[in-house]
């Protein structure tokens, strides 16, 4: 039986409610009061769409004491306000993200298992530039003899990968409107850069954090830093 993709997106469909699923995507639950005000809507009418969103399977709601949270409900309801992030206007929100949790998500973030925000797209435009992957056609990238090396030197054995889509592609980022690395090998790519300690994922959420270790060694071997790019959003 085919999926009733027109519930979903008669729900997300709402100008209201895409604003607080919106604004709900950094990865924090919010109360309705927070919902309202984000997206300019009387007390009693953001309740009303939030039964509706929690009554569709977009969000989640959790008690505590006398107070409501509302979170998206899965990573599966993220990833697709994400996908349709990316066909979207810009936001000016997303240009200068206001709280520490959405500049720490647009710095780095896990899509759908690979590296992506300002991080993931440096690294991304690294590889192309050291011409360790390069466009395929057909929106897919080819690992490059060099680049068989480099992966194999960092623990990812590229010359096993398969996929039905290819083993690297570019993905579009929504906060970037820049391509990261997905497929295969950005999947494993991210795997093994957490395995050496040089990205840490949030228990919570979707950020992903740069450490100190993992700083100095991307700048090491692909000469990717993040600190232009928070001067440059400062």
Not at 64 to 86: N, P
Not at 177 to 199: E, I, N, Y
Request: proline share 5%; net charge positive.
């Amino acid at each position: 039986m085919d999926a009733n993709i027109a519930s979903p997106a008669a729900l997300i469909g709402d100008p209201t409610r895409a604003a607080m699923l919106q604004v709900l995507q950094d990865g924090r639950a919010q109360p309705a009061s927070a919902l309202a005000w984000a997206a300019g809507v009387t007390a009693q009418a953001a309740s009303n769409h939030l039964a509706k969103l929690v009554d569709g399977g977009l969000l989640a709601v959790e008690r505590q004491g006398r107070h409501r949270y509302y979170r998206l409900a899965s990573a599966e309801v993220a990833h697709a306000i994400e996908a349709l992030s990316v066909i979207a206007a810009p936001v000016r929100s997303l240009e200068i993200p206001r709280s520490p949790k959405a500049r720490a998500l647009r710095d780095a973030r896990c899509c759908y298992g690979h590296l992506a925000g300002r991080l993931g797209v440096k690294v991304c435009d690294a590889l192309l530039d050291r011409d360790l992957i390069r466009p395929a056609g057909d929106k897919r990238y080819a690992i490059t003899p060099e680049g068989h090396a480099w992966f194999e030197d960092l623990g990812v054995s590229s010359q096993t990968l398969r996929g039905a889509r290819g083993v690297a592609r570019p993905c579009l980022d929504w906060t970037e409107r820049r391509h990261h690395l997905a497929g295969p090998l950005g999947v494993k790519l991210l795997a093994a850069m957490t395995q050496r300690g040089w990205l840490a994922l949030e228990p919570n959420g979707r950020a992903v954090r740069l450490t100190t270790n993992g700083a100095r060694a991307l700048l090491e071997r692909l000469s990717v830093s993040l600190e232009d790019a928070d001067q440059a959003a400062a």
